[in-house]
């Protein structure tokens, strides 16, 4: 027996140029794909392969979320008790009781809740800053509504961030003062969070995320992890813009890295959301006449970010939901490559949630290419509102897309939508409410979190494909899974990193 080499049998394979799941061994030497098919058997026989039997199961590539903040996911389920579907104040106090027996050494001491809707509690009224104080006497508590506009706060936790309530319930701008008191992770904070996420991620399928590092701190962190061989996933990460003259004097640039840790894009945003009608677009909200959102930079501003990422041989990902803010990417791109042609640059939109036809057709044309995220089309329900019925077909124009030419990669956008690539999957095909021409095939689907954001990522052929060659990285679903599925609640069995299961 030779256990570099691990044959895999008995799996039936579902990639995004075949729909229906094909018979095929796999056989792995190390991390990478040696062969799939007869071959595989033929080869594994003469090294004296190891076989793993998976008889009877449905296998696909390994997923890859193109969109992923991996540690404020992480932080978000260290720090704050899961208060949602909380029926009593009574249920959220002891919820929190047992977070801070478990937990007790996270956020500095701070006892953190989130989630909870007070219209489904009995009392039918927010919990007090005096029921609070009770959960754990002269330690600070909040809780936060499952809409993140509004908290409560106990005394000690209102006194530490020099506000006042004397009912502890505090909205908005006084919300984000509140939470703003809570302190920033430490090193081993930290740490733990980003591996809760990935593990997170794992069980569900993915085994490589395109992460957006929030600070220099969080970029060490995954460095550190995936360096000593504890992320259980795969890395790429995607760079705020204000780290990129840190990282162009350390001489680093997209790219960089090997295959658990690499370095992505360089991120920036030229709008807000739709949600919070802060989206640009050329005309009003049909649901606010006087508002047509807001671009956060000039025209030139904007463009010279971009020339200045361009510049330092990186990827742009530009954050852009409304089509106004998609004109000045696209503007901003045009210019840069025009003062300095640099071919392959896959410069990226992230979102690109309105986009009307000419936009398609330029994206296209300029070879820009976009990651999208279809579990908004589900979950942003009010779209339809915002937009009006003149503009609803420009909504996430996946088909679009698609039918131009435009490149895409798909991506959860975690913790916005749930790290769940089978929710996308149903997003994507199914769209009910929201211009249902613009669904795609589950085959495309698929594409978009496998071969698609691998491409954003500059990995195709390694990441997303079961060829040889590739990164042994595919998930095995539950014996006896009907493809397609009868329903999108799908928890897979294993998901296999360079050919090795979590442990
Ligand atoms: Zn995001």
Redesign the pocket.
């Given at each position: 027996m030779n256990p570099e080499y691990r044959l895999f049998t008995g799996l039936g394979w579902v990639t995004p140029n075949c729909e229906s799941p094909t018979a095929a061994s796999l056989l792995a030497c190390g991390e990478r794909i040696v062969a799939v098919g007869p071959s595989a058997e033929r080869i594994a026989q003469e090294v004296g392969a190891v076989e793993v039997q998976l008889t009877g199961r449905t296998a696909l590539p390994g997923m890859i979320d193109a969109?992923v903040?991996l540690g404020e996911f992480g932080l978000s389920l260290l720090r704050n008790a899961d208060l949602s579907g909380s029926g009593s104040v009574e249920e959220i106090t002891e919820r929190l009781r047992q977070h801070a027996n478990a937990r007790g050494e996270v956020a500095a001491g701070w006892i953190l809740g989130t989630r909870f809707d007070q219209e489904l509690l009995a009392e039918r009224r927010f919990p007090t800053r005096q029921e609070l104080d009770d959960v754990a006497p002269g330690r600070p508590v909040v809780i936060v509504r499952v809409c993140f506009h509004a908290a409560v706060g106990n005394t000690a936790a209102l006194k530490m961030a020099g506000i006042w309530s004397d009912s502890g319930l505090v909205t908005e701008d006084d919300a984000a003062k509140l939470l703003s008191a809570v302190p920033p992770p430490g090193r081993d904070e930290l740490e733990a969070a980003l591996l809760l996420a990935a593990a997170e991620f794992r069980a569900k399928g993915f085994t490589a995320a395109h992460c957006?590092a929030s600070s220099a701190e969080e970029l060490a962190a995954l460095r550190r992890l995936s360096l000593a061989g504890r992320m259980p996933i795969r890395v790429r990460v995607n760079i705020p813009y204000d780290l990129l003259p840190r990282l162009s004097e350390m001489g680093l640039a997209t790219g960089v890295g090997d295959t658990r840790f690499s370095i992505g894009a360089v991120k920036l945003f030229a709008d807000g959301s739709l949600g919070a009608r802060t989206a640009a677009l050329t005309s009003p909200y049909a649901d606010e006449p006087a508002n047509a959102g807001m671009l956060l930079h000039s025209r030139s501003e904007l463009e010279q970010m971009v020339r200045r990422i361009h510049e330092a041989e990186c990827q742009a990902a530009i954050?852009a939901i409304g089509d106004l803010a998609l004109d000045r990417a696209l503007d901003a791109l045009e210019a840069a490559q025009a003062a300095r042609p640099r071919p392959d640059a896959r410069h990226r939109i992230?979102h690109a949630s309105v986009a009307r036809p000419d936009q398609i057709e330029r994206m296209a044309r300029l070879g820009v290419a976009a990651c999208v995220q279809p579990q908004f089309v589900a979950s942003d329900f009010w779209t339809a509102q915002r937009l009006g019925p003149h503009r609803i077909g420009w909504a996430y124009p996946f088909r679009s897309m698609v039918r131009a030419g435009v490149r895409l990669g798909g991506g959860t956008?975690c913790p916005?939508e749930r790290p769940d690539p089978w929710a996308a999957f149903a997003a994507a095909i199914d769209r009910v409410q929201l211009a249902p021409e613009e669904s795609l095939t589950l085959a495309e689907a698929i594409r978009l979190f496998t071969e698609g954001a691998a491409w954003l990522g500059f990995s195709e052929g390694v990441l997303g494909a079961i060829t040889p060659g590739a990164l042994a990285d595919f998930v095995v679903l539950p014996p006896h899974t009907t493809w397609p599925p009868s329903s999108w609640h799908i928890i897979p069995e294993a998901a296999f990193v360079g050919a090795a299961a979590a442990s």
């Open positions: 969109h903040h957006l954050h992230e956008d916005v």
